[in-house]
């Protein structure tokens, strides 16, 4: 049975490691998904290695943009070394909001939104939303063209617009990337700071994931702890390739191919949640 969950584990992985960083959903597609694979253990495991295998992806952040974050590089000058400074501090900046009310609200969301009309209905209106800023928002009405140029107001106001990827099928780097358009950042710089911002706050939602499981008298048994980590390790490996098919995408294309994408997979749920419900 074991050879089986992990095969469901690496699936789960690589829906994980593609749709964290585009902007579909990753928990809409990983709630549907697991509604067919149906991941073995209890339901405190599966709530939390849908939440913790997003380790992968953070860290294939980290590595593909290892020199642009480290601080400390020996390579960088004075000057940039404090401009990688600034950036951190503009990361912490924009995960502030989501922090906060993530932490006050991560139960009650669980509890009202985690369902497939909610994600259904999220995955239609953000779609929408892509589509009719792509219509309306010309190029030239893009501000900041580079992360670099982004003030600590834009770090913020994209912050809070990460506040609404906690309800589930809206897309944390949907938001942040809608809001960074609407604040006037180029689709490019959007994508990144919405890949820099993810450092924080899926690594604290992973960190409160594993408390919780614990502290609810959980343990991990070696088959767990096995399929966690090849979850992890696959959406790692997945994911490098998919932050770079985004940043070769964005810089020839607009969003709007996504926005009708999310359309038709919110659809797709719905009649599948009154089909089966």
Known sequence: MWFIEALKAIFIGIVQGITEWLPVSSTGHMI?????LN??????????FMVVIQLGSILAVAVLYFHKLNPFATSKTSAEKRSTLTLWLK?????IPAAVIGLILDDWIDEH????LVVAIALIVYGIAFILIEIFKNKSQFKRET??????NDAFKIGCFQVLSLIPGTSRSGSTILGGMLSGVSRVAAAEFSFFMAIPIMLGASC?????FFLDGNILSGNEILI???????AFLVSLAAIKFLMEFVKRHSFESFGWYRIVLGIIIVIYYFITK
């Open 32 to 36: 549907l998904f697991d509604e067919f």
């Open 39 to 48: 991941l073995g253990g209890s339901e405190d495991f599966k709530e939390m």
């Open 91 to 95: 990361v912490a900046v924009g995960a």
């Open 113 to 116: 939104f985690f369902n497939f």
């Open 147 to 152: 992360v670099d140029e982004l003030t600590f």
């Open 208 to 212: 409160l994931k594993i408390l919780k």
């Open 228 to 234: 966690l980590s090849i979850g992890i390790i696959v």
